[in-house]
Structure formats: structure tokens, C-alpha cells
């Protein structure tokens, strides 16, 4: 089976490659294709005779055919949220005209191909209800969210004409990223562990009670992969499936911060308000029933010291302060 990644070398790409070098999938992929407009970089990924790394604009690639022989597709690439919304073109680009481009050229493919996407909370917003379920009418706030929505819709309509077999599945946000800070509004929730542990000052743009949706860079994979392999009859419709996460507070994070690192650790966040970070993230909701998720075997996270440690776990070299 040959499969496509597309923003192949971006954080959940690399760390999905890495899951299908080691899950079972690893005994029927036998081509791993990695798109991306950024180069990939990472030496175990490259060492790999099945992983091809083709670098470019997806719309290029795709003209240039990286399609061709897929059986299936995780969707990855995009433009995150802050900078979609500094920018509604480059957002309109890398999500919206990307997906339609790879919709289309998947239509061109002999047999349908599985093609998963990685849709997001950020769907939600405006007036909801306190719990949101999968079939909560999205009403996103921001243009991310906006995109990521009509893509989800695209690919159910795609899938309900024949051309795939589509699955999107909605992200909460994941936490903790490693490397350097992105332009996503989310992004400080991985700045505000990443940065103490490696002895670096990290500031908090939001009030510390601001409730969010969190999974972690395992979680987060694990429903990826699922979403592929679960067998059409179970998926449950052609509605975008929310991921299990956990519900918490910002004051929550720093506190388990302290707990796994300490006080002094934890007194490297700072608050500073941003107005922008604020009104997107304080717009998301952060209470989901995930059911439909959970009758499929997905899980989250079983608490904010869990994630820390798994941070800590997978990448040591970024750790200097864990207790
Ligand atoms: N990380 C999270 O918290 C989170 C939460 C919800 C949804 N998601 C979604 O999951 C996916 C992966 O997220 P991530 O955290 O790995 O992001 P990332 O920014 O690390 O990776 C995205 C990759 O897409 C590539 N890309 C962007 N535009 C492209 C284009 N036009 N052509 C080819 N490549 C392009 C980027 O170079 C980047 O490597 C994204 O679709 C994101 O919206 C992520």
C-alpha cells in the first residue's frame, strides 16, 4: 500500500511517519510518500528505503503526480491559525485551494482512495453549547476554522459522489510540540511546558483560567491512525469525528508544570495578555462528548501529568529541569 502525507515533514507528519515505521500498518506500507513545502529533515525518516520525501508546494506536487498509485491519503498540510488570520490568503491557499487540488487529483485515481483529514476544534465558536458533540453545528470564528470546516464538508461531499473515502477528524489542540514556537494561536500551550523545562522564560498570552481542549502528540496520531483503518461500517457517517482530549485550564498546565519541575520552573511563565490570542482561543470550546470516538476504541490523555511526561519521555534532549 502506498501512502501520501501530505505537510509531511511538519510536527504531526514526521511523528505520524515515525507511528507507521513502528504500528502494524508497518507490514502493508510499502511506499510512504512525504509532501511538503519544507524540507524534511529528520535522519531516521530519510534512512528509511520505503520513505520518499518530495518537496514543494502541494498544488505543484500534485501537478507533478505525487498522487499517482496512492491507496491512501493523510492530509496534514495547511497554514495554522494565526496565520491564516494575519493573512486570508495564504490561508486560502495552503488549506482551501490545497484540499480541492488533492480532492481533484484524488478523483483521478483508478480506485478511491482512503484519505484522511486532520480537521480541527477550531471548527467551533460563537454562541454553543456547553457540551459539544460531532453533530454541534460548526460555527467557526476565524478563518482557520472556516477552512478547515468547508474542507470537511468538501471531503464528505467527495466521498458521498464516490471519488474517496473520506474521514476528517477534528484535533483538539496538541500539546506539547517540540522545537521552536509556530504561528498558531494555540501554540503557547506547548511554550508554556516546552520553554521552562529547557530553562527558558515562556509567556502566557491568555487569563490562566481560560479553559481549553488538549490531547497529546501521541493521542493525536493514535486517532489519525484509526481513522484509517477503521472499516467504513463502523467510521459512523460522514460527519468529522472529535478527537477524545482533555478539558482544562491554563492554571491546570502550569500547575502540573510545578508539580513534575518545581516552583522555579514553573515561575518562568509569565502572563502578558495578548488581545488577538485571547478572543481566538477564548472562542474555542473546551467540553466535548467524544462517544462516537470512544465506541472506536480512542482515547485521550488520562491527565495534564500524563502529557508532560510524555513530552519529557520522547524527547529528552529538550529537557533540562524535570524532577
Ligand atoms: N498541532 C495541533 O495542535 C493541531 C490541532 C488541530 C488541527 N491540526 C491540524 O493538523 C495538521 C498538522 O498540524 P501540525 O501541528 O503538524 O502543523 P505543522 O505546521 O507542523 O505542519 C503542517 C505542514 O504543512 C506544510 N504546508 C503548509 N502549506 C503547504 C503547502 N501549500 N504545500 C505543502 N505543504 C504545506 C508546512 O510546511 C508544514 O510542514 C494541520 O492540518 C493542522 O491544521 C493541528
Given at each position: 500500500m502506498k501512502i501520501l502525507i501530505t505537510g509531511g515533514a511538519g510536527f504531526l507528519g514526521q511523528c505520524l511517519a515515525h507511528a507507521l515505521q513502528e504500528n502494524e500498518l508497518k507490514q502493508i506500507v510499502t511506499e510512504l510518500v512525504l509532501a511538503d513545502i519544507a524540507p524534511l529533515r529528520d535522519a531516521t525518516l530519510l534512512a528509511d528505503a520505503r520513505v520518499r520525501s518530495v518537496t514543494g508546494d502541494l498544488q505543484r506536487l500534485l501537478a507533478d503526480g505525487v498522487i499517482n498509485g496512492v491507496d491512501g491519503?493523510?492530509?496534514?498540510?495547511a497554514a495554522v491559525s494565526g496565520e491564516?488570520?494575519?493573512?486570508?490568503?495564504?490561508?486560502?491557499?495552503?488549506?482551501?485551494?490545497?484540499?480541492?487540488?488533492?480532492?481533484?487529483?484524488?478523483?483521478?485515481l483508478k480506485q478511491p482512495p482512503?484519505?484522511?483529514?486532520?480537521?480541527?476544534?477550531?471548527?467551533?465558536?460563537?454562541?454553543?453549547?456547553?457540551?459539544?458533540?460531532?453533530?454541534?453545528?460548526?460555527?467557526?470564528?476565524?478563518?482557520?476554522?472556516?477552512?478547515k470546516f468547508v474542507c470537511e464538508q468538501l471531503i464528505a461531499d467527495y466521498t458521498r459522489r464516490g471519488h474517496l473515502d473520506g474521514r476528517s477528524v477534528r484535533l483538539p489542540t496538541v500539546t506539547v510540540r517540540p522545537g521552536k514556537p509556530n504561528k498558531a494561536a494555540s501554540g503557547f500551550m506547548s511554550g508554556i511546558i516546552r520553554e521552562p523545562l529547557a530553562g527558558v522564560d515562556a509567556i502566557c498570552p491568555v487569563d490562566p483560567q481560560t479553559g481549553v481542549w488538549i490531547t497529546s502528540p501521541r493521542f493525536a496520531v493514535a486517532g489519525l491512525i484509526a481513522a484509517f483503518e477503521t472499516p467504513l461500517q463502523q467510521w459512523g457517517g460522514r460527519t468529522a469525528l472529535n478527537l477524545p482530549g482533555l478539558s482544562v485550564r491554563i492554571a491546570d498546565m502550569l500547575a502540573a508544570l510545578e508539580r513534575r519541575a518545581g516552583a522555579r520552573v514553573a515561575a518562568r511563565v509569565r502572563v502578558e495578555q495578548d488581545e488577538t490570542i485571547s478572543r481566538i482561543v477564548g472562542g474555542w470550546p473546551w467540553r466535548f462528548d467524544t462517544a462516537r470516538a470512544r465506541v472506536l476504541g480512542l482515547s485521550g490523555?488520562?491527565?495534564?501529568?500524563?502529557?508532560?511526561?510524555?513530552?519529557?519521555?520522547?524527547?529528552?534532549?529538550?529537557?533540562?529541569?524535570?524532577?
Open positions: 491519503v493523510f492530509h496534514l498540510a491564516c488570520e494575519a493573512d486570508l490568503d495564504v490561508g486560502l491557499h495552503a488549506n482551501l485551494d490545497s484540499t480541492r487540488a488533492l480532492l481533484d487529483a484524488c478523483r483521478t482512503r484519505v484522511v483529514f486532520s480537521s480541527s476544534l477550531a471548527v467551533y465558536g460563537g454562541d454553543m453549547p456547553e457540551v459539544i458533540a460531532d453533530n454541534t453545528l460548526p460555527m467557526p470564528q476565524n478563518s482557520y476554522g472556516t477552512q490523555p488520562a491527565s495534564i501529568d500524563d502529557l508532560v511526561a510524555e513530552y519529557i519521555a520522547d524527547y529528552p534532549n529538550a529537557v533540562i529541569h524535570a524532577a
